[in-house]
């Protein structure tokens, strides 16, 4: 595809006309998935077009929705895109507290709600924002009480005659994104229509999807991962996207849809990871050496090194016995997944793709539309984020890092963006938009990333951690947690991970228990545990096997980035107990805070032990 795209209206009229017949969205109902095709979608986005030019939406305005992947959302999307307006999306498992702060924050006019109980949080919202005018419901009905000023989607659109067109300029913001706020409180990202142009346009030349390709859709749309590449990258190039019931059924959609691209975050490759190494694990001896020597020979043909005879019978035989079965749980079809919004872990990414499905790893953030660097088919390096995407170009700044190698003798420092991908800034904060700007280079404007990481000689770049995340120990050696923790979640015991050693003489960790994995283990072990969790936790049995899995799984680490002790716990970092981002992003502070007496008894216990030693 040759196609350029200048405005997010550009791609809505182009795919209308290109793939008219084909499926775009399909929704299980009822037992069965019902697909929308293009032309009914552009039809539907006619209609809203109309209905938010009745309820005054036009050229620079914003418009917020609170609601998970849906056809609507996409509908409601271009139909802002196509009056000129900013779609400004937060998320269903969002606090109240945020959803009002971002609806006051971005001055919105219009808000669109996912469901009745939504709405009725939100309603107090037309009183109490003074920009608010009017909002829309998704699904249910409208009472009596709820004024004049809510509306049901459906009527809307149904009621709707015509509209009026307001062609966007490439300068004209498209979306207004807000951040996790893992540190702090969320900043709204401004992207305007060239700046995610820029990213599909980027797609098309280096991701090898078309018309004939299919994604099950589970990353939000609200997160701008989902939105930019699966939402608009498969959008733009005719392919249909199947949206999964919720994240607890993934595994029996992909077996419906029968995707053959996959677009996800690491954190569902590991739990994938996870389930199949726990089969292995059950399986006998020679079983396991043979896929052991299977996904060897897969990494020497990946990295072009020889393959000898028997390394390639061993493929071969993984094939048919292990590796087809595994990709059978994807659908069966699944030929690539794309994986992104935070670094995927060596072992895991060469898993995936030693088992025929080849992974490709990206890199960006919000700030960046996201994509700046992908790994794409004929330049591709596990492990690594991959080359700079068409039209972009990293830099690594080692003032931040003061000096600081990796072992290979590459620079390590802060990963700087220059490209058409880089946002217009953060609305409303002109000081923390200049802190994060540099000057223009390239013919691009810069952006400071806060990631940490380093290019080899062949362009690819890897990342090591966030700046503001990594510390000092007491004895000044810099530590980052970040790829600690993720080869600690490999364990099939571990759901959530935290390493922690600011300013400490070394580090501790806080592990969160699969408590079904252990309860498993000690059934088939014979090993005797407590019914409760609070106690289950602190069984020494319990404790010994999680040291083993903590020694083994960090073993390829330095000496003094060890973790010499470790509590676990019974609950999971999650976004209703507020200790997860809605996008799955640990925030670190509120964890920390919610355990810092646990973590203070770690380095007790340690002071203790060093005196009855003495």
Request: charged letters at 25%; zero cysteines; a negative charge.
């Given at each position: 595809m040759t196609a350029k795209f200048d405005t997010m209206v550009d791609v809505f009229d182009h795919s209308r006309k290109r793939f008219a017949d084909r499926p775009l969205f399909g929704t299980k109902r009822g037992g069965t998935w019902v697909w929308m095709?293009?032309?009914?979608?552009?039809?539907?986005?006619?209609?809203?077009?109309?209905?938010?030019?009745?309820?005054?939406?036009?050229?620079?305005?914003?418009?917020c929705i609170i609601a998970d992947n849906r056809p609507e959302w996409a509908i409601s999307a271009y139909g802002c895109f196509r009056v000129g307006s900013a779609i400004v999306p937060m998320y269903e498992a969002q606090s109240e507290k945020e959803w009002e702060y971002i609806v006051k924050e971005s001055e919105a006019k219009i808000l669109i709600v996912a469901n009745r109980k939504i709405l009725d949080r939100c309603l107090r919202f037309l009183t109490d924002v003074p920009t608010l005018k009017?909002?829309?419901?998704?699904?249910?009905?409208?009472?009596?009480?709820?004024?004049?000023?809510?509306?049901?989607?459906?009527?809307?659109?149904?009621?709707?005659?015509?509209?009026?067109?307001?062609?966007?300029t490439p300068s004209d913001i498209a979306t207004l994104i807000?951040?996790?706020?893992?540190?702090?409180t969320p900043k709204g990202v401004l992207l305007s229509h060239s700046n995610l142009c820029s990213n599909v346009n980027a797609i098309h030349e280096i991701l090898p999807f078309n018309e004939n390709d299919s994604s099950l859709s589970f990353?939000?749309?609200?997160?701008?991962?989902?939105?930019?590449?699966?939402?608009?990258?498969?959008?733009?190039?005719?392919?249909?996207?199947?949206?999964?019931?919720?994240?607890?059924?993934?595994?029996?959609?992909?077996?419906?849809?029968?995707?053959?691209v996959l677009f996800s975050v690491p954190r569902i490759f590991n739990k994938i990871y996870q389930a199949v190494q726990k089969q292995l694990s059950e399986k006998p001896g020679v079983i396991r050496a043979l896929v052991k020597t299977a996904l060897e020979a897969a990494e020497n043909a990946r990295e072009g090194r020889p393959v000898s005879?028997?390394?390639?019978?061993?493929?071969?035989?993984?094939?048919?016995?292990?590796?087809?079965?595994?990709?059978?749980?994807?659908?069966?079809?699944?030929?690539?997944?794309?994986?992104?919004g935070a670094a995927i872990s060596r072992e895991v990414a060469g898993f995936i793709d030693g088992i025929g499905i080849t992974v490709y790893q990206g890199y960006g953030l919000t700030e960046t539309s996201p994509i700046a660097t992908a790994n794409f088919k004929g330049h591709s390096r596990v492990g690594s984020i991959g080359r700079p995407i068409p039209g972009v170009t990293i830099e690594i700044d080692t003032k931040a890092t003061e000096g600081k190698k990796t072992q290979d003798g590459y620079e390590e420092g802060e990963i700087v963006v220059y490209g058409p991908n880089v946002m217009q800034g953060y609305f409303k904060r002109p000081e923390e938009t200049a802190a994060v700007f540099l000057p223009e280079k390239h013919g691009q404007r810069g952006f400071r990333t806060g990631d940490m990481g380093y290019t080899d000689k062949d362009?690819?770049?890897?990342?090591?951690?966030?700046?503001?995340?990594?510390?000092?120990?007491?004895n000044g050696k810099y530590v980052v947690p970040t790829p600690l923790e993720e080869a600690i979640k490999l364990s099939p015991f571990v759901l959530n991970t935290l390493v922690y050693g600011d300013n400490r003489p070394h580090n501790v960790a806080l592990i969160v228990l699969s408590v079904d994995a252990v309860r498993a283990w000690a059934e088939k072990t014979g090993v005797s545990l407590p019914k409760e969790v609070e106690d289950l936790v602190k069984a020494e049995p319990v404790r010994k096997r999680l040291q083993e899995e903590v020694q083994a799984h960090s073993g390829q680490f330095k000496g003094f980035e060890a973790i010499r002790d470790f509590a676990l716990i019974g609950e999971d970092f999650t976004v209703e107990n507020g200790l997860l981002t809605p996008s799955q992003k640990v925030k670190r502070r509120a964890v920390v805070d919610r355990y810092q007496k646990l973590i203070d008894q770690l380095y007790k216990r340690a002071t203790s032990s060093s005196s009855a030693h003495a």
């Open positions: 095709t293009y032309s009914e979608f552009g039809n539907e986005v006619d209609r809203i077009v109309g209905a938010f030019h009745g309820l005054g939406a036009g050229k620079g305005d914003n418009v009017e909002i829309l419901l998704l699904d249910g009905d409208k009472k009596d009480s709820d004024g004049e000023h809510v509306h049901v989607f459906r009527d809307l659109k149904a009621g709707s005659n015509g509209h009026t067109e307001t062609r966007p807000y951040t996790s706020g893992t540190t702090g990353l939000p749309w609200a997160h701008s991962f989902g939105q930019t590449v699966e939402l608009h990258g498969m959008y733009s190039a005719g392919a249909s996207m199947g949206i999964a019931e919720s994240i607890t059924k993934i595994v029996e959609n992909l077996a419906e849809v029968k995707p053959t005879f028997v390394q390639g019978i061993a493929l071969s035989l993984a094939q048919k016995l292990v590796f087809e079965k595994v990709r059978a749980r994807f659908g069966g079809k699944l030929q690539y997944a794309f994986s992104g362009g690819f770049s890897f990342i090591t951690g966030r700046i503001k995340e990594q510390y000092k120990l007491e």
